[in-house]
């Protein structure tokens, strides 16, 4: 078990330099919040977590690693972009003997639910080459913006694409690698596009579902597999033994 545990440390913004030792799945989220980092937001899998002393950056907890470990893990790896305006800066990651994951990560803001560019940002992420769009990620989209298709080149964003294109000429090549470098799809949801310091749209937390433990080793990512076919053929030939007479 010891090889799923995962940190990278840098100074001053590793977990250990904010004071967090407890980092485990049954009383991290309790233990934040008693040290001062109250909940300021939340998502499927994990919620994120500020303090006043540390207005720069926020602390994530997710009782199971999840994609934004996945994330976390390709942005430390490296490609095209993750480096850039447009990539969020996980500081420090470390996943709990017992999977929890918890990341120190640079503060974003939500932008302005009017922002002209919004729409396109995020119909960005949910353009599928060569893939139909899933409905519920299409009946969302409607939801939260009625006037626009989610599709990169729908008539609707004349003027928004170029415009966009021109204040952030880095976005969409962003996208293009972190969609090559993923394990699954993206998730446009519409939390997932926040602001930088700068005010450049950034990609917060594009992958979904459970994690494919990309934090991990080869080594302990090949033993987890090895682990999860000898279980499967363990319990498939348990249920197909014939019942006793």
Same mark, same amino acid.
């Given at each position: /078990?010891? /090889?799923?545990?995962?940190?990278?440390?840098?100074?001053?913004?590793?977990?250990?330099?904010?004071?967090? %030792?407890?980092?485990?799945? %049954?009383?991290?989220?309790?233990?934040?919040? *008693?040290? #001062?980092?109250?909940?300021? #937001?939340?998502?499927?899998?994990?919620?994120?977590?500020?303090?006043?002393?540390?207005?720069?950056?926020?602390v994530?907890?997710?009782?199971?690693?999840?994609?934004?470990? $996945?994330?976390?893990?390709?942005?430390?790896?490296?490609?095209? #972009?993750?480096?850039? &305006?447009?990539?969020?800066?996980?500081? $420090?990651?470390?996943?709990?003997?017992?999977?929890?994951? /918890?990341?120190?990560?640079?503060?974003?803001?939500?932008?302005?639910? $009017?922002?002209?560019?919004?729409?396109?940002?995020?119909?960005?992420?949910?353009?599928?080459?060569?893939? &139909? /769009?899933?409905? #519920?990620?299409?009946?969302?989209?409607?939801?939260?913006?009625?006037?626009?298709?989610?599709?990169v080149?729908?008539?609707?964003?004349?003027?928004?694409?170029?415009?966009?294109?021109?204040?952030?000429?880095?976005?969409?090549?962003?996208?293009?690698a972190?969609? *090559?470098?993923?394990?699954?799809a993206?998730?446009?949801?519409?939390?997932?596009?926040?602001?930088?310091? $700068?005010?450049?749209?950034?990609v917060?937390?594009?992958?979904?579902?459970?994690?494919?433990?990309?934090?991990?080793s080869?080594?302990?990512?090949?033993?987890?597999q090895?682990?999860?076919?000898?279980?499967?053929?363990?319990?498939?030939a348990?249920?197909?033994a014939p019942?006793?007479?």
């Amino acid at each position: /078990m010891f /090889m799923t545990r995962k940190t990278t440390k840098t100074s001053r913004r590793s977990l250990a330099s904010l004071g967090i %030792a407890e980092r485990s799945a %049954a009383k991290g989220h309790g233990a934040l919040v *008693a040290a #001062g980092w109250p909940e300021i #937001g939340y998502g499927y899998h994990g919620s994120v977590h500020a303090h006043p002393d540390h207005p720069d950056v926020v602390v994530r907890f997710a009782r199971k690693a999840d994609g934004f470990g $996945d994330y976390a893990a390709l942005l430390r790896r490296g490609f095209a #972009g993750s480096n850039g &305006p447009h990539a969020p800066r996980v500081h $420090d990651m470390h996943v709990s003997r017992c999977g929890a994951l /918890m990341t120190v990560s640079s503060r974003l803001a939500e932008p302005p639910r $009017d922002a002209w560019w919004l729409p396109f940002a995020h119909a960005v992420i949910a353009d599928h080459p060569g893939m &139909p /769009m899933d409905e #519920g990620v299409r009946a969302r989209f409607r939801a939260e913006w009625p006037a626009h298709e989610p599709a990169v080149d729908h008539p609707s964003f004349d003027g928004i694409r170029e415009a966009f294109r021109a204040a952030w000429p880095g976005y969409e090549p962003y996208v293009a690698a972190l969609r *090559a470098a993923a394990p699954r799809a993206l998730d446009p949801n519409v939390g997932n596009v926040l602001v930088g310091l $700068d005010d450049s749209p950034v990609v917060n937390d594009p992958l979904c579902d459970d994690g494919a433990g990309l934090w991990r080793s080869t080594l302990s990512r090949s033993l987890a597999q090895v682990g999860e076919a000898l279980r499967d053929a363990l319990f498939g030939a348990w249920r197909k033994a014939p019942a006793a007479a």
